[in-house]
């Protein structure tokens, strides 16, 4: 009997189950997981395939930006007749207050106009459709095991878990990255930690045996300082001032585009957008694509010149905040990453005794962090995609920049657990009273 009751505290307290139903929650996070790993497997082999005739090396200037004017119109079209599929700050919304998305339709738009978008290369990446994609799912599995609302909430935090290792490849930083995403200033449902990490494997493993890719890191960055010095902890906390410098750029520029976007009939965005983002691959040849491949060209190079740094920092500033006010579908990660990395490695030789990867991984966190309000699944995330241990400086960085961004905000259904009057109330022995 002690071994029982004590398997039950420890269920409760560990993956936030209620009395009467712990094992099906278990089972609904496997689920999703799983769920998780195979769409995202489907999703990222529709991406490869379409990428082979849409993406930008396999057209001229011209004809890419008459494509893109062509792209736009269909993505126009797509909505028109299957939807609007929102985008992640929705379902962020429906997390904190139902427990997860309400229905699947959105998705039949959501799924076809971000392929479209980020293959032909659109200035925004795979993260946010993706996410948004398996969060729903592990919404509707945890409606479908017939789970409470304070259930289906970790279940959908489970599926977007999952959604985040898949393109990040890091478990643990997918599953906190998909806890602090929901909030402002850090991680505050820590019941759906254990089963976002549970997804978070679960997934990745169903993944990387439906692709056989293997377990790697996504960028190969050269070998990290043996030892970190009293300066390069200095410059790590300088690249959190210039990190929430940046984001607060980032963010006021988006909102400048989406306000001069919006007298625009919501037909004709799209297909404006396309036609602006071919202007832009004109001034800068990175400016174009989410950025993940561009960042792992760079880190191979051994040299790379300043003003080519800063201009593919300026392309993609440019692309991606069009690219969102356009109504094409995406997320603005790994494009932040992206301009972080350019801008460290841009100022690495200019600062005395800073060290390139030191100052770049730093800036790549705390761009991103000023954004998305996520220090610790940033910082994870980066050590893990690229195959490093310096957490403590990119730690540092991240938590400068999330006090210095507090007052900026992109995301506005981020929002304090405890000003939420609106969320249920966990119940049942020793839990009388927790938020939920």
């Not at 995202?40 to 396999?58: E, F, K, M, S």
């Not at 200037?61 to 893109?68: D, E, K, P, T, V």
């Not at 300082?225 to 906390?237: E, I, N, R, S, V």
């Not at 440019?318 to 006010?325: G, H, K, N, P």
Request: aromatic share 8%.
């Amino acid at each position: 009997m002690f071994c029982v009751e004590r398997t039950r505290r420890i269920r409760r307290t560990f993956l936030g189950a209620l009395p009467g139903a712990p094992d099906r929650l278990i089972v609904a996070v496997g689920v999703t997981g799983v769920l998780g790993g195979l769409i995202g497997a489907a999703y990222v082999a529709a991406l490869t395939q379409l990428r082979r005739v849409l993406w930008p090396t396999h057209w001229s200037r011209g004809a890419h930006w008459l494509l893109l004017i062509g792209v736009g119109a269909v993505i126009a079209v797509l909505l028109r007749v299957l939807g609007d599929a929102g985008d992640t700050e929705l379902l962020v919304d429906n997390i904190h207050v139902s427990g997860g998305a309400d229905r699947l339709g959105p998705l039949r738009s959501l799924v076809p106009v971000s392929l479209l978008g980020i293959a032909v290369g659109g200035g925004i990446g795979p993260e946010a459709p993706l996410t948004q994609t398996t969060g729903t799912i592990g919404s509707f599995t945890g409606t479908r095991f017939g789970l409470t609302a304070e259930q289906r909430r970790i279940c959908s935090i489970t599926g977007m878990a999952a959604g985040f290792t898949v393109l990040f490849a890091a478990p643990l930083g997918g599953a906190v990255f998909a806890l602090e995403i929901l909030h402002r200033k850090g991680l505050e449902y820590y019941e759906a930690l254990v089963p976002a990490a549970i997804g978070s494997v679960a997934g990745y493993g169903v993944y990387t045996a439906a692709t056989g890719w293997g377990l790697q890191p996504i960028w190969r960055f050269p070998a990290p300082p043996l030892h970190l010095t009293m300066a390069d902890l200095g410059w790590a906390a300088m690249c959190g001032v210039a990190g929430a410098l940046v984001a607060a750029i980032f963010t006021g520029t988006t909102l400048l585009t989406r306000a001069a976007f919006r007298p625009l009939p919501p037909w004709a965005r799209p297909v404006v957008a396309g036609g602006l983002l071919g202007a832009v691959a004109f001034i800068s040849p990175f400016g174009l694509t989410f950025a993940e491949f561009q960042l792992g060209g760079f880190a191979r190079l051994p040299h790379v010149a300043v003003a080519t740094l800063l201009l593919a920092v300026l392309g993609h500033l440019l692309s991606a905040t069009i690219t969102m006010a356009g109504r094409w579908k995406g997320g603005f990660i790994i494009p932040l990453f992206f301009m972080g990395y350019c801008l460290g490695r841009a100022a690495s030789g200019w600062l005395p005794g800073a060290d390139e990867l030191v100052l770049a991984t730093a800036m790549m966190v705390a761009c991103n962090v000023g954004v998305t309000k996520t220090p610790l699944g940033s910082t994870l995330v980066v050590a893990g995609m690229a195959g490093m241990r310096l957490l403590p400086t990119m730690l540092i960085a991240a938590l400068v920049s999330l006090l210095l961004t507090s007052g900026v905000g992109l995301l506005e259904s981020q929002r304090s657990r405890g000003r939420d009057a609106t969320a249920p109330r966990l119940t049942g022995p020793g839990l009388e009273g927790a938020p939920a």
